[in-house]
């Protein structure tokens, strides 16, 4: 392959398999290291046995998933009747269209990787995997960056021309929330060894669900029912109490029919966007919104109209949005939802605004590295909360599994009240004021998601000193500045730095498409 430039990618989650994928096909003239603390390549946190259990669900379904070396349906397909078995899966129940354990996503990411990894080495690329060794820091100095790892215990040093990193989602072992100390969530089985008794779950989005679920699991049984479950304690005498807490006191609703690949939008388009971008920042969140409104217009003229006129202004939508949810309340809202999407499922027919929704919000996120720091405030208060509840539609299984606990009168969904703080007794028992008064907790788990965090808080020290903690967000195509223009290549697609002007970059389809852009930029400056 001629001279080669010494490239390396940090993780081999689903990020760096999707890094290792962009660079082989596009056959980049580069020597390739990859370094994983994990002993297991390819799955990433998320999706990793033993950080999961395996009725955790993925939300994203079969042909939603971009293929490594071949889509997820037609790996399933190729699997024996045995190991589908342990899945309790038959050929009959595989489907594009279908939701599948976290873990069985995560065997075949694992599984992809180390296709990948076979097809770049008979393309004739010199690919190092280097498992068990975290990367501990990363200076740069001139044309090459000094990764430094520890293997077994031992610190070793290297150079690099170009360095990817690719490490995924970031958990603290202790989190809190004002002055009082929450449980992680990860691995599952923290949850499942908490003892019974109340207990708090901070967030209601999927990551909460399947907090519930592990407690659900834990200390009773879920019996199905054809579409109905139900769930049943452990002992007859049984202590459990679960309430989720969130901002709004609102769930996601369930998956819905859709078409799929998506079809067009009519004014909310990236034409339009990149129009709007070109007339400059003053303005540009109110414009885009305008075509927003245009859009939900065009696809459900009535549904504006229905949820008011303070709908059409951009701090009055996200009100408007939640508001059938809040007045029903709770869990009976989620009840409601899950029948209903049901329905429509067997009926194969779409939420129009929902479906506006979803398609849009991909094109939304191309304003949002061009908006002002003010105006990135005012969107992520106003219109990501309604973006991150349409694009979390929850698995019709693991709602029906909430509402099993919540008709066994075991778990409740609330509202922090205004203003409301999280405080801790001397015994550790945690407390928070909600709308329907105060709540204390045993325990109460962190289940919010993956938060934000600066490049200055990088896991790297000498790379991360390189940047004030006002640093600016970092934006496409994710390259840090780390000197002049000839220094090493640095890009930086780390989930909590990436997530700060990049908020839709969790998915597996979004690992992807930042990848491409990644290696697309990267073949440019070395001249492919």
């Known amino acids: 392959m001629g001279d080669l430039h010494k490239l390396c990618i940090i993780g081999s989650g689903a990020m760096g398999s999707y890094l290792l994928k962009r ?12 370094f994983e603390s994990a002993d297991e390549l390819g799955t990433g946190m998320p999706y990793r046995e033993g950080m999961n259990a395996d009725y955790m669900l ?25 190991e589908l078995g342990e899945w309790e899966l038959s050929t009959h129940d595989l489907s594009p269209r279908a939701f599948y354990p976290r873990t069985l996503i995560g065997e075949y990411l694992g599984s992809e990787f180390a296709d990948l990894c076979s097809q770049a080495r008979d393309a004739g690329f010199d690919l190092t995997i280097h498992t068990g060794c975290k990367v501990e820091d990363i200076s740069v100095s001139g044309k090459q960056a000094l990764v430094s790892y520890t293997n077994s215990g031992d610190g070793i040093q290297e150079h690099f021309g170009i360095v990817l990193i690719a490490t995924g989602h970031t958990w603290p072992c202790e989190p809190k929330i004002d002055e009082a100390r ?30 519930v679920v592990a407690l659900g699991h834990a200390h009773g049984q879920f019996e199905e029912h054809s579409d109905r479950i139900t769930w049943h304690p452990n002992d007859t005498d049984s202590d459990l109490r679960v309430t989720m807490v969130s901002r709004n006191g609102v769930m996601p609703e369930g998956d819905f029919y859709y ?32 075509l927003l409104c245009a859009e939900l217009d065009a696809a459900d003229p009535n549904y504006l109209e229905h949820l008011g006129q303070e709908a059409r202004t951009l701090e009055g939508f996200a009100p408007r949005y939640f ?44 304003i949002l590295p061009h908006l002002s720091q003010d105006d990135y405030k005012r969107f992520s208060e106003a219109l990501m909360p309604v973006f991150g509840d349409c694009y979390a539609a929850v698995p019709h299984v693991s709602l029906a599994r909430i509402v099993a606990m919540y008709d066994a009168g075991v778990l409740e969904l609330l509202a922090t009240a205004e203003g409301a703080a999280f405080t801790q007794s001397d015994d550790g028992q945690v407390s928070v004021e909600t709308e329907d008064g105060s709540r204390t907790f045993k325990a109460l788990v962190d289940a919010r998601g993956q938060s934000t965090k600066p ?3 990088l896991p790297f020290p000498s790379l991360a000193a390189g940047f004030s903690g006002d ?23 780390a989930l909590p730095q990436i997530l700060e002007r990049h908020p839709f970059s969790q998915g597996l ?20």
């Open 323 to 366: 508001a059938s949810r809040r007045e029903i309340g709770g869990l009976p809202a989620v009840k409601e939802n899950l029948a209903e999407m049901r329905k429509l499922m067997r009926a194969r027919e779409t939420v129009p605004h929902r479906y506006a929704l979803l398609r849009g919000h991909e094109v939304f996120g191309d």
């Open 509 to 528: 389809s979004n690992c992807d498409a930042l990848a491409k852009i990644v290696v697309d930029d990267l073949a440019g400056r070395l001249e492919i």
């Open 58 to 82: 993925c939300n994203a379904f079969s042909r939603e998933i971009p293929p490594v070396t071949r889509p997820l349906i037609d790996w399933l397909e190729s699997q024996p009747r045995r």
């Open 182 to 211: 929450l449980v992680s969530p990860w691995p599952y089985t923290t949850i499942e060894a908490l003892p019974q008794g109340a207990i708090g779950v901070l967030g209601s989005s999927l990551s909460a669900i399947d907090v």
């Open 259 to 290: 078409p799929f690949p998506y079809e067009p939008l009519q004014h909310l388009t990236k034409d339009a966007v990149a129009k709007e971008i070109g007339k400059g920042t003053d303005g540009l969140l109110q414009r885009s919104f305008a």
């Open 23 to 34: 660079i082989v096909s596009q056959k980049l003239p580069v020597s390739i290291d990859v």
């Open 455 to 457: 490049l200055s808080q």
């Open 471 to 493: 640093a600016g967000p970092i934006l496409e195509p994710f390259r840090l500045e780390t000197g002049d223009a000839g220094s090493a290549h640095v890009y930086c697609l």
